[in-house]
């Protein structure tokens, strides 16, 4: 498929449904059984989300980061807190989570408030990574603009040397956060573009509501 064939690139989306009758009352026991089902296909970094932030003077900005886990019933990713999506949460931490099931013709879309998870689990997690992760951790100032590639090998070099000596800790500019949801919406393709949507609501003092929305 070349790009001038772009307009007429069309899929009709017939594998499944997602009916009322099919829908779990809680959004979080929901997103687990469709999670399950991306890694029981063996789709491709089934964790991999888009996360979209707002900077200080309202611009959005997106990108893809790695869900670690359901904790709580908030999604726990992990990045660098000076980066330019940490400082983003730290001016508005209203945030959004995007998953793009391709082969199951889902797609998941979270809006909630990301706050920094409890310091000992980022330990605990930063711990549990790959020595050369924990190690490139340090040598990534995470957005920062680099004279050229080898600044970054130069550094990676530097703090290897440096922890060959003495252990390694989690920096404290690299941890986790929590996005607790207020809002999630489950998409599944349908055909002639008649797609299931079906939206939860967090609302005060009552819990999750239920609604559909058109396609
Ligand atoms: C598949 C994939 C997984 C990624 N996972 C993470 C992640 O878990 N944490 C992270 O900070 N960046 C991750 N990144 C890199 C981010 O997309 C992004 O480049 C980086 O976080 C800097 O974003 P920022 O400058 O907007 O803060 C991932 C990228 C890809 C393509």
């Known amino acids: 498929m070349l790009l001038h064939q772009l307009a007429d690139l069309r899929k009709e989306y017939l594998l499944k449904k997602f009916n009322e ?6 959004p979080i026991t929901q997103f687990k059984i469709w999670f399950n089902e991306a890694m029981k ?24 980061v790695l869900l670690k ?34 082969e199951l013709q889902r797609q998941v879309r979270i809006e909630g408030v990301a706050r920094k998870m409890d310091e000992s689990i980022s330990d605990a997690y930063f711990l549990s990574r790959p020595i050369g992760s924990q190690i490139g951790a340090y040598a990534s100032e995470q957005s920062k603009q680099l004279s050229g590639r080898e600044e970054l090998e130069n550094a990676y070099k530097h703090f290897e040397a440096l922890f060959a000596k003495q252990p390694i800790v989690r920096p404290v500019n690299w941890g986790g956060y929590n996005v607790v949801p207020h809002k999630i919406e489950f998409w599944q393709g349908r055909e002639n573009r008649l797609h299931d949507r079906i939206l939860y609501v967090h609302k005060e003092l009552k819990g999750w509501e239920i609604c559909r929305l058109a396609p």
């Open 21 to 26: 009758e099919d829908v779990n009352q809680d």
């Open 41 to 64: 296909a063996e789709l491709p970094e089934p964790n991999a989300m888009t996360l979209a932030t707002v900077n200080e003077n309202g611009f959005p900005s997106a990108r893809i």
């Open 69 to 102: 886990g359901i904790e709580d019933d908030a999604f726990v990713f992990y990045t660098n807190y000076h980066s330019n999506k940490g400082k983003h949460i730290s001016h508005n931490n209203h945030v959004a989570l995007v998953f793009c099931w391709l």
